[in-house]
Structures are given as C-alpha cells and as structure tokens.
C-alpha cells in the first residue's frame, strides 16, 4: 500500500493548483486521497480561477499565478497549465521555497529543465513529473521480473503508444502549435511516457536513436500546424538491446494504446496500460498471462496494491499513488521510483535527440547520458 501523507511527520500537506482542466481535476482527486488539503486555485483568468476553485472544492481562487505562487499557506504547487508556461512558473515557485509537481514537459528545453533539476536540489525542494504509467503495479511487477533476470538478456523491444483525438482535420487544441506546446507535440506529449516508461522498467538507458516524424494537417480548423502528429523511432539500449516505437495521435481507435513488449533471451513480457491488470509472459514452451495480486507480488508492485485481486485498479489509482509518493518525499522519505525533476530533464534531453534526427532526415544520434 502507498504511504500515507499522514506518515511523513509533516500534518497535511497544503496545496495550490495552478490551471483548471481535465489534469487539474486529477491531481485534485489524488492530492485529496493522500491527504493532502487544496488551498488555492489558479487559471488565466479571475473569473476562471473562482469557477475552478469551485469545482476542484479549493478554499479559494487567486486573482492569477503569481498571488499563488506567493503564498505563505501553499506548501506544494501543482503546475497544470500549457507546456510552455512549465519552465517558468516552475521555477518560480521553486524561488518561492514551493515544492513542485510539473506536468511533463517539464520544459520545453534540455537547459531550462536541467535548470529546474538543478534549483530543486540546490534549495532542498522536491520536484516530481507526472510520468505516472510508473504507478501501475503491474508496470513495478515487470521492473521487479528484469532486475532479477527472469527474462535473461535483453534483446529487443516492440513499444508504441497510440491514440486517435487528433485524427481528424477539425480536430484542435493548443498542443498543436509550438508556441503554447513547445517544438514537439506527439513525442512530448506521449512519446515521452513511453520512453520513460521502458528506462525504469529496462533498467538502462536509450544511447541512440534515429527518428522519423510525419505532420499529417498543416492546418487544423483553420489555424497552421508546426508540430508532428506521428514519430517513428528505431532505438538502441547502453546494452546493445534494439527496438522500435511507434508513437502516433491519429490512430484510428486507439485511446491510450501505451505497449510496451521487452524479449529477452528466456522470457517476453508485455504490459499494455489499456489492460493494467494483466502482464502478458511468453516463454518457448508456454505463455502465461499474469494477473495482479498483492499476495504474490513483488514487494515494490503490492505496495501500491490498494484493493484485492479482482477489484480492478486504474490510471486514477496510480495517479493517487504517484501523489502520495511526492507528498511522502516531501516529509522527509525517498519512495522508490518517483520521477523527479531530473527524469524530466532526461525527457527533455530524448526530445531534442529525436527532434535533431529527424531534422537530420532519420540520422543515427547519440543520447547525451
């Protein structure tokens, strides 16, 4: 079970939100269920951030991100705005003495997030990113299988993550335009999850890549596009291990297709956050579908196993469970697995490398460590 945010010796944990969308009402919902006490709500405007502060149940709205930030009641902020407002909101709360949790990007450069790494560790604050696939036991169960070598060497890897919201030449929102996403859409904004998702569980890094992206629209309802809808990516791990991911946005019934198959020399396993439950096993001889369990899980899987076998678990749950690890390293203990901001800059140093390859029309290029 995930520690408890009454554990960490600190009382509740007061936090501040700064946006008002689908991702503000998740981290509300998680922020709550690790105890935690949500003070004070913030969005582009006055008039939005009341209506926000009303339905995220805050004790009030400030007049903008600034009175929010400043607050001497806010001990965490939770930063859900548009990627290229993270950097600098970030950071100033950071300045603020704010522990922080950043939608990921963390920053829409590699030297604006090793900027933001480094001023959290410099000033004792906790930074964490949102890569919260990490909080699937099932996803931890996996980890648990390659470290201890059940699969043997790793050999290849077949990962994708496949969704359909933009499949359409109507289809719009903000993410589309570098100006308020950043330089890249599909790779940071889902690209990133996958990527991350296979260093944690693999245990290595990616040392090189050759990417491949596609923008299908160059106009979407009307207004231009400057960010890819597609990225193809032939990878190789520090241990020579070769893979491919494809990651896609207009993947015609495709909701959130995040796979992630690793062969090794003894094993397969496969993990498809669409079916969180199960973790698929392939061997020569046999293949096995393993289901959750808490009573046969490894130690880091059934420590977020909140409910029995059977009682399904979802991507609230390991949102929860990412949250109550911030809030527990926030009082002092260090949970295993959490994503910081240093795993945000490493997103970042892996964006700019499929960006320069594909601008290099799919050239081999290093991953700076």
Not at 24 to 30: E, G, I, P, Y
Not at 196 to 223: H, M, Y
Request: one cysteine or more.
């Amino acid at each position: 079970m995930t520690t408890d945010v009454t554990d960490t010796g600190l009382g509740t944990i007061r936090a501040g939100i700064l946006g008002g969308g689908f991702m503000a009402r998740v981290h509300r919902t998680a922020a709550r269920d690790a105890g935690g006490e949500l003070r004070a709500v913030a969005t582009r405007s006055a008039s939005g951030g009341r209506l926000a502060a009303d339905e995220l149940g805050a004790a009030r709205a400030e007049i903008d991100a600034a009175a929010l930030l400043d607050a001497d009641d806010i001990d965490v902020v939770h930063i859900c705005t548009p990627n290229a407002t993270h950097a600098a909101l970030a950071l100033r709360a950071l300045e603020s003495g704010k522990h922080v949790i950043c939608e990921k990007p963390l920053a829409t450069n590699a030297a604006d997030a090793r900027r933001l790494a480094e001023t959290a560790a410099s000033r004792g604050r906790v930074g964490a990113v949102p890569f919260v696939y990490r909080y699937h036991p099932m996803v931890r169960e996996a980890r648990a299988r390659v470290a201890r070598g059940d699969i043997g060497e790793l050999l290849t890897l077949d990962c994708s993550y496949l969704q359909d919201w933009m499949l359409h030449p109507t289809d719009d929102d903000w993410r589309v335009r570098s100006a308020s996403g950043g330089s890249s859409r599909a790779f940071a904004d889902i690209g990133s999850h996958l990527c991350d998702l296979i260093e944690f569980v693999i245990g290595q890094r990616i040392s090189a890549l050759s990417a491949r992206t596609r923008r299908v629209f160059d106009e979407r309802a009307g207004q231009a596009v400057d960010t890819e809808d597609i990225v193809a990516i032939l990878v190789e791990t520090e241990s020579g291990a070769l893979g491919t991911l494809l990651i896609s946005q207009m993947a015609a019934g495709r909701k959130n297709a995040l796979t992630l198959e690793l062969h090794g020399s003894r094993q397969t396993l496969r993990f498809e956050q669409e079916r969180p439950e199960e973790l698929w096993i392939g061997m020569r001889d046999e293949s096995r579908l393993l289901l959750r369990d808490p009573a046969t899980a490894a130690p880091d899987s059934a420590r977020l196993q909140r409910v029995p076998s059977g009682h399904a678990m979802g991507y609230q749950d390991a949102f929860n469970g990412f949250i109550a690890d911030v809030y527990a390293a926030i009082g002092g203990a260090n949970p295993e697995g959490l994503p910081t901001f240093e795993d945000g800059f490493r997103s970042a140093v892996l964006t700019e490398a499929v960006l320069a390859s594909a601008a290099a029309d799919g050239r081999w290029t290093e991953v700076a460590a």
